[in-house]
């Protein structure tokens, strides 16, 4: 299930050349901020959610699974050499099933551990605050490659989509419909993290048995889907 | 048939030899359209390819949908306005952009690597230098044609708002003077967003890679810049709150129109800029776009080779 050829050729996709150096300005700038946020306001628990919360699960985690996620596969398939790759006598899935895991790999290593890092620098893991938000950026990390990944081999237009997703959906309709919280990744990450320290200060609108749940079937389904979507992927030119 | 003689087996004569190879081209000497013609044409498609016109059905889809949901609150509230016959619209013109940064922050990110990405990657803009057109008149082509695209989307809306406060029989010159202020900001946040956006997709030939780190900037820095703003006003330091404006591009814009164009502060506390710090906010927005129009001659005077 796992090719370590295909692997080394998505990392090296994903975070060869200055790529890296982008993907790595958004933690350094969590840092940052959550530096300056110590400095300003001192080790405050209330501060520390808010700021993990809003800045780091809500909108870098987000940010970085769709650069995962999508990267993993859209360019190759918008260039047309994902040809010679599925060319070779591997099994469709397995294709997917490996880029799945380097998007997961790099989405936990650049999201959930500068989350870590700044709830560590915000308020030193007071009431396991970094402790849960770092499981729900990890727990997010994962529900959301897989589905970018998915989004990556059904559109061309993947990573507008996936930015509409993580953005308008869950941030804006989230906050104004209480209904789209119950279908948003970061909520059920929400849960999972809320669960992890049984703290007041990380709450979640859905209960952990059906954010669970979803987030298995989520991330189960989305592979398959894209697995099969991989077997007759008509390869197009660029317009 | 062997009895047949080609041309080429008669002993030509010496000055009928040159013939053989004058097949009829001719050079031509019309008009030439010259340098402004290639810079207007490079102008206009790529004005018409940020709203998917004269390209495929599928690339028509994302600008349009983008462009009816960005004026149809506007349309909504101008319903709203005309049938309870209210005193003033739900929003002020100023304030129409900032609510909807996120679709304007979309459609900067979809369109702006459309339009120097694809050309970076199939490595076709050295054949644009082939043509009278020089560095400058790519970037000014390219740069005025988001930047329009951009001011098409907002400023539309406040049309749309502008008609219906009209219609709604709403004091006429107060209106004026609102709409006039709201299209000047809107003409400043296109030619910095477009800006912005330029920049970032120029460095990289792959499109996806463009879209997500235009809209990651844009994003990032309002997400951080509103944080650090809110937790600035409730630490009761409001004196820095608009300073950490000027961080983000919507924000500064912000700044600016609650300085010198009427507009009210989308800041926490509602405490915007003066006149004064408003200055600086103006220069900062102009500093970036001239700094934004300096690295895309950079760039492209290497790429261009």
């Known amino acids: ?61 987000p940010i970085i699974g769709v ?13 047309g050499s994902v040809i010679y790759l599925l060319a070779k ?12 895991i380097v998007a997961i790999g790099v989405t ?25 938000y770092t499981v729900a950026a990890l727990v997010a990390s994962i529900a959301y490659a897989a589905l970018f990944l998915l989004l990556g081999t059904v559109s061309r237009h993947a990573v507008v989509f996936g930015l509409v997703y993580a953005l308008v959906w869950e941030a804006l309709f989230g906050s104004l419909v209480a209904g789209a919280r119950t279908l948003s990744v970061q909520q059920w990450a929400l849960a999972v993290g809320h669960k992890v320290t049984d703290g007041d200060l990380v709450t979640s609108d859905v209960s952990l048995p059906t954010a669970t749940v979803l987030l298995i079937v989520v991330t189960v389904l989305a592979t398959w889907f894209a697995g099969q979507k991989l077997r007759t992927l008509t390869p197009t030119g660029d317009e | 048939m062997a009895v047949e003689q080609t041309p080429a087996q008669i002993p030509a004569p010496a000055g009928a ?14 008009p030439r359209l010259g340098r402004a013609y290639a810079r207007r044409s490079l102008y206009s498609q790529s004005l018409r390819g940020a709203y998917g016109l004269g390209r495929s059905v599928k690339s028509k889809v994302l600008p349009m949908v983008l462009f009816a949901v960005m004026c149809a609150p506007a349309a909504i509230m101008v319903a709203v306005t005309v049938a309870t016959t ?29 339009a120097v990405s694809r050309d970076l990657r199939f490595k076709t803009v050295p054949l644009y230098f082939s043509r009278p057109i020089e560095t400058a008149d790519y ?73 997500a780190a235009v809209i990651a900037v844009l994003t990032i820095s309002y997400g951080a810049v509103s944080t650090l703003q809110a937790i600035a006003d409730a ?71």
């Open chain 1, 89 to 100: 006598p591997l099994k469709r899935p397995t294709i997917i099933f490996t880029k799945l």
């Open chain 2, 139 to 211: 970037v000014r082509a390219k740069f005025a044609a988001l930047a329009s695209a951009l001011f098409l989307i907002t400023a539309v809306p406040l049309v749309v708002l502008y008609v219906g406060a009209l219609l709604a029989k709403l004091d006429f010159t107060d209106q004026t003077k609102g709409f006039l202020q709201g299209l000047v900001s809107v003409a400043l946040l296109s030619l910095l967003f477009a800006g912005i956006g330029l920049v970032i997709s120029a460095v990289t030939p792959r499109r996806g890679f463009g879209i």
């Open chain 2, 86 to 114: 209210a005193k003033k619209l739900p929003v002020e013109y100023t304030n129409y952009a900032i609510v909807m940064q996120a679709v304007i922050g979309l459609y900067v990110a979809s369109q702006a690597p459309q």
């Open chain 1, 1 to 61: 299930m796992y090719d370590p050829t295909v692997a080394r050729l998505t990392y090296r996709a994903l975070l060869g050349r200055r790529r890296a150096l982008i993907l790595g300005a958004l933690p350094l700038l969590l840092i940052v901020i959550a530096v300056a946020v110590r400095g300003l306001v001192g080790a405050d628990d209330q501060t520390a959610a808010d700021v993990l919360g809003g800045l780091a699960l809500a909108t870098m985690v």
């Open chain 1, 67 to 79: 650069i995962a996620g999508t990267g993993a596969i859209g360019p190759e398939i918008d260039d």
């Open chain 1, 108 to 132: 936990m290593a650049f999201s959930a551990v500068p989350t870590f890092i700044a709830g560590l620098i915000l308020n030193g893991n007071g009431q396991q605050v970094a402790v849960a």
């Open chain 2, 17 to 30: 030899q040159s013939r053989i190879h004058n097949i009829g081209y001719r050079s031509y000497d019309g």
């Open chain 2, 235 to 305: 630490q009761g330091s409001g004196s820095a709150v608009p300073w950490i404006g000027l961080f983000s591009p919507i924000t500064l814009i912000d700044g600016v129109q609650t300085a010198f164009l009427g507009g009210t502060s989308a800041y926490p506390g509602g405490v915007g800029p003066s006149t004064g710090e408003g200055v600086v906010f103006l220069l900062a927005a102009l500093g970036v776009i001239a700094g934004c129009y300096g690295l895309l001659m950079r760039r492209y005077r290497k790429v261009g080779l």
